[in-house]
C-alpha cells in the first residue's frame, strides 16, 4: 500500500501520535483515518498524526476497533 498523507494542521495544538495496527490496512481503510498519515510497514499499519484532544484519540483507536483491527 501506497502512504498517503491527509494531515490536518492544527495549529501547534495536541500531541503528536504513532499507531501500530497488527495488519495492514488496504486504501479503503486507510480512508477512515482522514487527517492522519497512514502507511504499511512490515506487515503493520503505522498511523500517525497529531491528535488535538484525548476525544479525538478514542475516535480513532474506535475506528481501529470497530474495522476488527488491534493496535
Same mark, same amino acid.
Given at each position: 500500500m501506497e502512504s498517503k498523507d491527509t494531515s490536518r494542521t492544527y495549529g501547534g495544538?495536541? #500531541?503528536f501520535y504513532r499507531? =501500530?495496527?497488527q495488519s495492514e490496512l488496504t486504501e479503503r481503510f486507510a480512508e477512515a483515518f482522514e487527517g492522519m498519515k497512514? #502507511?504499511?510497514e512490515n506487515r503493520?499499519? =503505522?498511523i500517525t498524526g497529531q491528535v488535538?484532544?484525548?476525544?479525538?484519540?478514542h475516535e480513532i483507536l474506535d475506528r481501529i476497533s470497530s474495522l476488527g483491527f488491534h493496535s
Open positions: 495544538t495536541g #500531541e499507531i =501500530v495496527v497512514v #502507511e504499511v503493520q499499519t =503505522v488535538v484532544d484525548q476525544s479525538y484519540l
